[in-house]
C-alpha cells in the first residue's frame, strides 16, 4: 500500500509519553491503579510546569539516535490535553504551563526531517460523560452506580470526534494516528466477556476513522479502533515484545510496529531500575526489522519537561550504532527464503541494493558459517570500517568439521577477526550476486 512505503521503510521511530503522570512520576496509569479521583489528581494539573522544555533537543536526540518519526501523546487516558483544544478546560494552556505544547513539538521535529503523528487516548477517565467502567480509576467507588447516571457516552463520542478533528486540522501534516485502546464487551468470538468495556461501538470507530482518512488521506493509522476484521488499520501494534515470526493474518505476512519501552512504564517512572542496555536495545531494532517490523521506541520526558539521564544515555548509545549501521536498517526488511540465520545472527535485507545484513550477537571465534549461500556472495565486509572479510566457499573441508557437511557444496564461510570489531553489535555486510 502506498501511504506506508514510507513507514515500512523507516523502521525506527520515537514515541513520547508526556502528561501530567509525569508529576507523580511511578507510571501513566497511576490514577486507575491508585483509584485516585478528579479532586486529588488536580494536583498535578496546579503543579505541571515543564521550565526545562526545548522541543529542539528532543529532536536532535531522536534524530542523532536514528529515529524517523515521532508519535507524542496528545490526550493519555488520564484525560489531559497537550494542545489548546477548544473542546476543554483540562489542557497545558491553563497550567502553570500556560502554553500549547503540541505545536512547537511538530515544528521542532519536522525541522530535523522527522515525521510526526500523534497518540490519542480512545479512553478518557477525566470527561464527565465517559462512562465508569470496571477499568475506570472509579470502578471500586461506593457511590459508582450514582455517578453515572446522566453520564451521556454519545456526547463523549462527539468530544472525542471534535478533539481528533482539531488535531488533523490545525496542526498541518499528520503523518501518523495511534489511537489506543479497545476492551470491548464481547471476545473475539463475539462472545460476551464478564467485564464492562469499550469498543467500535462507543467509539464510533467506523466514523472516527473515515473523518481521519478524508481530513488526512495519507495518513497511516494503527490497530486499536476495534475494527481488525474490517479492516480498519494499516498496521498492527504487539506492545513490549517481539513477535516470534512477525505478524501474520490469515497465514499472510502483514505490516506491524512494535512499541516499546526503555524500562517497564511509558510515562517518567523515577523508581524503575528495569532499564534496558544500549546492546539490549540495539539487538531489539535489529530483531524487529528482521521480522519485517518497525520498532517505536518510547521516551517519557520528566515534569520539568526533559529527557533523563538513563534515556539520553540509550538514545546516543543507538545513535552511535546506527551512525555506522543504518545502512541494515533502513529500507530492509526480512531475508529472502533459502537463507538461514547462523544461531544468533537475524539477518536483515534490502532488496534494491540486493544486500544481506548478517548481525553477530555473540562473536564467534574465526569462522562464521552461512548455511545456503555458498555460490551467492559476491563480496563481503564488516560495515562498521568496511573492512574485507574474506570469504571459503566450502567444499569438503576441515572448516565444515570431521563429519560431512550436509549440503556442503551451499556452505559460505566467513573468516572473521578474532577480536569482535569495537561496536555494539557488528554487521557484516554481504552484497549478493
Ligand atoms: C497501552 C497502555 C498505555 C500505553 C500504550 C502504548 O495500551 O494503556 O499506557 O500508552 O499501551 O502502546
Known amino acids: ?23 507523580p512520576a511511578r507510571h501513566e496509569w497511576v490514577k486507575q491503579q491508585e483509584q485516585l479521583d478528579d ?10 510546569d515543564p521550565d526545562l522544555f526545548r522541543p529542539e533537543e528532543w529532536a536532535d536526540r531522536a534524530a542523532e539516535a536514528g529515529m524517523k518519526y515521532m508519535v507524542i501523546t496528545s490526550k493519555h487516558h488520564e484525560g489531559f490535553c497537550l494542545w489548546d483544544s477548544k473542546l476543554t478546560d483540562y489542557k497545558a494552556t491553563n497550567t502553570p504551563a500556560g502554553r500549547d505544547l503540541l505545536r512547537p513539538m511538530f515544528d521542532a521535529f519536522r525541522s530535523r ?48 470526534h ?36 469499550k469498543g467500535r461501538e462507543e467509539w464510533e470507530s467506523e466514523k472516527l476513522l473515515e473523518m481521519t482518512r478524508e481530513l488526512q488521506p495519507h495518513i497511516v493509522v494503527n490497530d486499536r479502533l476495534d475494527l481488525i476484521e474490517q479492516g480498519g488499520w ?84 543507538m545513535g552511535e550504532w546506527m551512525r555506522s549501521h543504518e545502512r541494515s536498517i533502513y529500507g530492509c526488511g526480512p531475508a529472502p527464503d533459502g537463507f538461514e540465520p547462523p544461531q544468533d545472527c537475524p539477518l536483515t535485507y534490502n532488496a534494491e541494493a540486493k544486500r544481506l545484513y548478517v ?24 560495515l562498521n570500517d568496511a573492512s574485507e572479510v574474506k570469504m571459503i566457499e566450502a567444499g569438503p573441508s576441515h572448516l565444515a568439521g570431521p563429519v560431512e557437511h550436509k549440503g556442503q557444496s551451499k556452505l559460505l564461510t566467513l573468516q572473521l577477526p578474532v577480536r569482535k570489531p569495537p561496536v555494539t553489535v557488528p554487521v557484516i555486510e554481504l552484497f549478493l550476486k
Open 1 to 23: 500500500m502506498d501511504r506506508m512505503s514510507w513507514f515500512l521503510h523507516d523502521r525506527f521511530g520515537m514515541f513520547i509519553h508526556w502528561g501530567l503522570y509525569a508529576l
Open 39 to 48: 479532586t486529588w489528581y488536580d494536583r498535578y494539573f496546579e503543579h505541571f
Open 113 to 160: 526531517g522527522l515525521k510526526v503523528g500523534f497518540y490519542h487516548s480512545l479512553i478518557d477517565w477525566h470527561h464527565p460523560d465517559f462512562l465508569i467502567d470496571d477499568m475506570h480509576p472509579l470502578r471500586n467507588h461506593p457511590d459508582r452506580e450514582k455517578l453515572n447516571e446522566g453520564r451521556d457516552p454519545k456526547k463523549y463520542a462527539q468530544y472525542l
Open 162 to 197: 471534535g478533539q481528533v478533528r482539531e488535531l488533523l486540522t490545525e496542526y498541518g501534516k499528520i503523518d501518523v494516528l495511534f489511537y489506543d485502546f479497545s476492551y470491548p464487551n464481547r471476545d473475539e468470538n463475539g462472545n460476551p466477556r464478564p467485564w464492562l468495556g
Open 234 to 317: 494499516d498496521y498492527r501494534t504487539p506492545e513490549q515484545y517481539v513477535p516470534k515470526d512477525g505478524v501474520t493474518m490469515d497465514g499472510k505476512p502483514v505490516s506491524w510496529e512494535a512499541c516499546q519501552t526503555f524500562s517497564g512504564s511509558w510515562g517518567y517512572h523515577r523508581d524503575e531500575a528495569s532499564w534496558k542496555s544500549v546492546e539490549q536495545l540495539v539487538q531489539l531494532l535489529i530483531d524487529h526489522v528482521s521480522k519485517a517490523g518497525n520498532l517505536l521506541l518510547n521516551v517519557g520526558p520528566t515534569a520539568r519537561g526533559e529527557f533523563d539521564s538513563r534515556a539520553i544515555d540509550r538514545l546516543q548509545g
Open 359 to 382: 548481525h553477530v550477537f555473540a562473536w564467534p571465534i574465526h569462522h562464521l558459517h552461512l548455511e545456503g549461500m555458498g555460490g551467492k556472495v559476491e563480496y563481503a565486509q564488516l
